[in-house]
């Protein structure tokens, strides 16, 4: 079965402090992994995906194909970095199947 | 920069009507989706558009729903009759090969 779990609905930090948000993923073939990020009041759009193996706002995040995971990472959180996140695998022509996300809020 | 558009923002309607969201894609984007998003959880692929042909509808539920984009450029998304169940954001996406997703900002559809 295809499928992305975010175990945490709710993250709450100080500015400041570490930030990992977990993702794991179930998937038979080669994964293609995304993180999409909501702020308040806009659009859902990427973040970031795992072949750019790029960092993104501060953001990184490493395909660990043993533990199946995909975990979201910032070494110091800022206020601004306060939304809801979403991990995606894409299983296919471009089709994403969405974890049901985690809210990130970064508190001064 | 280019935004897919969406309209309605908001949509109220009573069970048994019939509803209608319209998305209009970027410019040049051959694939389109459409999206299911439930309160507290993910989206939810509905259908998958590649120009004017339906790649994956699997997951649209074709006794109520309905999805066209008759001349490969915007798109409509039908609910005939809608039901209580049906209340959540209706989001449309669009893209270009090996690129990624562009969302609108969605439909919030509910049902009475």
């Known amino acids: 079965a295809q499928r992305v779990t975010q175990p945490e609905k709710l993250l709450s930090v100080f500015k400041g402090a570490p930030v990992e948000l977990k993702c794991n993923y179930s998937y038979s073939g080669s994964p293609e992994l995304f993180w999409y990020v909501q702020y308040s009041r806009q659009r859902l759009q990427l973040l970031l995906r795992h072949i750019s193996r790029e960092s993104i706002k501060g953001f990184t995040a490493d395909l660990n194909k043993g533990e199946t995971s995909f975990h979201l990472k910032k070494p110091f959180a800022q206020e601004e970095d306060s939304a809801m996140y979403y991990c995606a695998l894409d299983t296919g022509f471009q089709k994403l199947v969405f974890g049901t996300g985690t809210r990130l809020l970064v508190s001064p | 920069e280019a935004e897919v558009a969406q309209s309605p923002r908001y949509k109220i309607t009573e069970k048994s009507q019939a509803v209608a969201f319209w998305c209009d894609p970027i410019s040049g984007h051959a694939t389109l989706y459409w999206y299911r998003q439930i309160l507290g959880q993910g989206p939810e692929l509905l259908v998958q558009f590649q120009d004017e042909s339906v790649v994956d509808d699997s997951q649209l539920p074709k006794d109520r729903f309905s999805a066209e984009r008759l001349k490969g450029v915007d798109s409509t998304l039908k609910i005939q009759p809608a039901e209580l169940g049906d209340s959540a954001m209706y989001l449309c996406?669009?893209?270009?090969?090996?690129?990624?997703?562009?969302f609108g900002s969605g439909t919030q559809l509910s049902v009475l």
């Open positions: 996406a669009s893209t270009l090969p090996d690129e990624k997703l562009f």
